[in-house]
């Protein structure tokens, strides 16, 4: 895929880099050929530089060229795709952002459990007797279904909504990429091998590929 041309206007991005939310909001940045400054911080640090942007203390946070700070990753990917450069990954006709933003939701949806799931067994707050195994297994279920319907809609395309790559697919792309990284002792690919199929397909894209989180520590 030909490089695209990079936006003069530099951005902002306050993020952690295994984010898959993140990940969303560099990916459709990068298919755009938008130049973002990442400021990497710890969400747990009370002082971090977020906490005066956003209120709710939450990555990523894009600082705009005109000091408008903007969140969450539903919000910034929009600002992002009405920037000049690049392809629109979200569509203007109605049914079809319509159609593009239900798979957002399936995709952050399965995000939002899995990190519910993580943050039950890491939470410092908890003692090992507090955790709960049947929490957690009701977070899977919404993962599992999420995956299954996920399968079920993309129905063998390349893409999930259209003709060619949207933010459908790069949402998509970004929570199956943090499930592997994050939640690898809950294989998900006999679930949906033909959604396997997909991503082994899709995480190959230049510009998706290029925000890949760093490698976690042996061990």
Request: hydrophobic share 45%.
């Amino acid at each position: 895929m030909p490089a695209l041309p990079v936006c003069a206007i530099t951005m902002k991005l306050f993020c952690s880099l295994p984010s898959p939310f993140a990940r969303k909001v560099r990916a459709v940045a990068a298919e755009k050929g938008l130049a973002l400054e990442l400021v990497e911080v710890d969400v747990f640090q009370s002082d971090n530089g977020v906490d005066r942007l956003n209120p709710l203390r939450k990555v990523p946070c894009l600082l705009a060229d005109d000091g408008e700070a903007w969140y969450d990753s539903r919000v910034i990917v929009e600002y992002l795709d009405g920037l000049p450069g690049g392809p629109r990954l979200i569509p203007d006709d109605r049914e079809a952002r319509l159609r593009v933003r239900r798979i957002e939701a399936l995709a952050d949806g399965l995000l939002d459990a899995g990190v519910l799931v993580r943050m039950e067994r890491l939470w410092p707050g908890r003692s090992p007797e507090q955790r709960s195994a049947a929490w957690q297994d009701w977070q899977w279920t919404k993962v599992d279904g999420a995956l299954a319907e996920l399968q079920a809609r993309l129905a063998g395309r390349a893409f999930f909504v259209g003709d060619a790559v949207s933010l459908a697919d790069l949402a998509v792309a970004s929570a199956l990429g943090w499930l592997d990284y994050r939640l690898p002792d809950h294989p998900w690919r006999p679930l949906a091998p033909a959604l396997a199929d997909w991503y082994a397909a899709f995480a190959r894209r230049p510009a998706f590929a290029g925000t890949a989180p760093p490698p976690l520590p042996p061990g």
